[in-house]
């Protein structure tokens, strides 16, 4: 008679600390987390920092640049408050070719300005009057995810514009939900809005995804609802959306 047997069993690989990651310092606890880099060569593995893989392999690290210019009909310091409004570290950068920081400052268009969010997100004015404003990021998790708040807010800037106390709760929500179908669009690809049924539809690649809009009593949207047979591009409208929530109702 032959009886199955089930043991758990968790393989344990053994690997070098090379480089800065190997100092006293992330040794000093045996539980201690170590975060790097693993590289395998010839069965063995190494751990080590990004920034030394070039010092003990072949490897090259790099970085991807996005630019993407949006059209902006408001005065840039009017943008430049709303982004100090939603995030903490918001920098103005005195870029412009006049060398005159107060008419820069008050929002005027013969220059170039520039405004950075953390290290890398930066908004750029054109200072041609075109009308437009260059967004501009190093790629990565955090800096997409600002990155897609500021087209958003750049978006509810030019949509709700001085007559916005007159429109009343169904006109208040068409009008976030163009701006989140615009993003989504932006960011994901193809949409579609149902406005009775208030719900946007976006295909990726072949994959829909279904996001139905909440209206409270004021008119506003209040929660989306998302839906998607693939679960992680679903995550990742639903992170968006929820940092784009965040924006409008910050504003």
Same mark, same amino acid.
């Given at each position: 008679?032959?009886?199955?047997?089930?043991?758990?069993?968790?393989?344990?690989?053994?690997?070098?600390?090379?480089?800065?990651?190997?100092?006293?310092?992330?040794?000093?606890?045996?539980?201690?987390?170590?975060?790097?880099?693993?590289?395998?060569?010839?069965?063995?593995?190494?751990?080590?920092?990004?920034?030394?893989?070039?010092?003990?392999?072949?490897?090259?690290?790099?970085?991807?640049?996005?630019?993407?210019?949006?059209?902006?009909?408001?005065?840039?310091?009017?943008?430049?408050?709303?982004?100090?409004?939603?995030?903490?570290?918001?920098?103005?950068?005195?870029?412009?070719?006049? @060398?005159? &920081? !107060?008419?820069?400052? =008050? $929002?005027?268009?013969?220059?170039?300005?520039?405004? #950075?969010?953390? %290290?890398? +997100?930066?908004?750029?004015?054109?200072?041609?009057?075109?009308?437009?404003?260059?967004?501009?990021?190093?790629?990565?998790?955090?800096?997409?995810?600002?990155?897609?708040?500021?087209?958003?807010?750049?978006?509810?800037?030019?949509?709700? @514009?001085? &007559? !916005?106390?007159?429109? =009343? $709760?169904?006109?208040?929500?068409?009008?976030?939900? #163009?701006?989140? %179908?615009? +993003?989504?669009?932006?960011?994901?690809?193809?949409?579609?809005?149902?406005?009775?049924?208030?719900?946007?539809?976006?295909?990726?690649?072949?994959?829909?995804?279904?996001?139905?809009?909440?209206?409270?009593?004021?008119?506003?949207?209040?929660?989306?609802?998302?839906?998607?047979? =693939? $679960?992680?591009?679903?995550?990742?409208?639903?992170?968006?959306?929820?940092?784009?929530?965040?924006?409008?109702?910050?504003?």
């Amino acid at each position: 008679m032959t009886e199955e047997v089930l043991i758990a069993h968790a393989p344990k690989r053994k690997g070098g600390l090379y480089g800065s990651i190997s100092g006293a310092s992330n040794l000093t606890k045996p539980t201690k987390r170590v975060q790097g880099v693993v590289v395998k060569k010839n069965g063995h593995l190494s751990v080590m920092n990004q920034d030394d893989l070039g010092l003990y392999t072949k490897l090259q690290t790099g970085s991807v640049t996005q630019r993407q210019s949006i059209l902006y009909n408001g005065k840039f310091k009017d943008l430049r408050l709303s982004l100090e409004m939603t995030f903490d570290d918001v920098f103005f950068v005195d870029g412009g070719e006049s @060398g005159d &920081d !107060d008419s820069q400052r =008050d $929002g005027n268009h013969g220059s170039h300005q520039m405004v #950075r969010i953390g %290290e890398n +997100v930066t908004v750029t004015s054109d200072g041609g009057g075109s009308g437009r404003v260059v967004l501009e990021w190093v790629s990565g998790s955090s800096n997409d995810l600002i990155a897609d708040a500021v087209i958003a807010l750049i978006l509810l800037e030019n949509d709700f @514009g001085e &007559d !916005d106390d007159e429109k =009343d $709760g169904a006109g208040a929500k068409d009008d976030e939900i #163009r701006v989140l %179908e615009r +993003v989504l669009h932006s960011q994901f690809g193809e949409t579609r809005v149902d406005d009775k049924a208030g719900k946007i539809f976006v295909e990726v690649e072949g994959r829909h995804v279904i996001v139905e809009c909440v209206v409270k009593g004021g008119g506003e949207i209040a929660e989306v609802r998302v839906t998607c047979a =693939d $679960g992680v591009l679903k995550g990742r409208v639903e992170k968006a959306l929820e940092r784009l929530l965040r924006c409008m109702r910050k504003r």
